[in-house]
């Protein structure tokens, strides 16, 4: 596997507190990404970064936000969590703007 | 709206037997086709990608077909094996561009 971890695993957490996803990768990529996966939609593209500090949004952005401070870790913020954002997350990293390597993901639940 | 339409959801296949799944795209400014497995409990991996200057890209037992003027691609598992049971899902991104759009996923079962 790519050097990427994310953390924590699984979380539970209640509707209304904010939750921090963290995905920390040792490969030294431009790239990162977040997306979320569920049954029916694939894996949607939440934000990804292209850089220190440089982020932009994808096609799910509502209600999240990211920040990049270092290469090496990219992180998911939900400010305040809704039972529409249980999902499973995956950071992805990737050195060009071709192949995407995948984390093992975040389980989360909103109760 | 989806940007990348796969079909069919879950398919259930006869050891030995072939393997097909379809994807359909609309944005003509694709031009990078990867195919992504996952196994339950784990990240996609890249299993096989395609750019739009050939029509077929072979790798082991897994084949690409690609079809620009109909701007349909499709993933062909050879000789399916129990081991290939994972869920597929095909994928489109532009050169110029980061975003990668998602089928939706398909289920492969293959019965021993």
């Known amino acids: 596997d790519a050097g990427i971890t994310q953390s924590p695993r699984h979380k539970v957490t209640e509707t209304g507190t904010p939750v921090t996803l963290r995905c920390h990768q040792t490969?030294?990529?431009?790239?990162m990404y977040w997306y979320r996966q569920d049954p029916g939609h694939g894996l949607r593209l939440i934000h990804y970064?292209?850089?220190?500090?440089?982020?932009d949004k994808g096609e799910v952005s509502d209600g999240y936000s990211v920040s990049r401070s270092k290469t090496e870790d990219f992180l998911l913020t939900l400010e305040s969590a809704t039972s529409s954002q249980t999902s499973v997350y995956f950071c992805?990293?990737?050195?060009?703007?071709?192949?995407?390597?995948f984390g093992p993901g975040t389980r989360l639940t909103v109760l | 709206q989806q940007q990348v339409k796969q079909s069919p959801q879950s398919l259930i296949v006869q050891k030995g037997g072939i393997s097909i799944i379809n994807c359909a795209y609309e944005n003509t400014a694709f031009d990078y086709f990867p195919w992504y497995q996952q196994f339950p409990g784990k990240g996609p991996a890249l299993l096989i990608a395609i750019r739009p200057d050939v029509s077929e890209k072979k790798e082991g037992r897994f084949t690409i077909s690609f079809n620009k003027s109909a701007k349909q691609f499709s993933l062909h598992i050879m000789d399916s094996q129990p081991g290939d049971s994972a869920t597929y899902f095909c994928?489109?991104?532009?050169?110029?561009?980061?975003?990668?759009?998602f089928g939706t996923g398909t289920s492969l079962t293959v019965i021993p």
């Open positions: 994928a489109a991104s532009k050169n110029t561009g980061n975003q990668f759009y």
């Open positions: 970064s292209y850089g220190v500090k440089d982020t």
């Open positions: 490969e030294n990529h431009r790239y």
């Open positions: 992805a990293i990737s050195g060009s703007l071709a192949e995407q390597f």
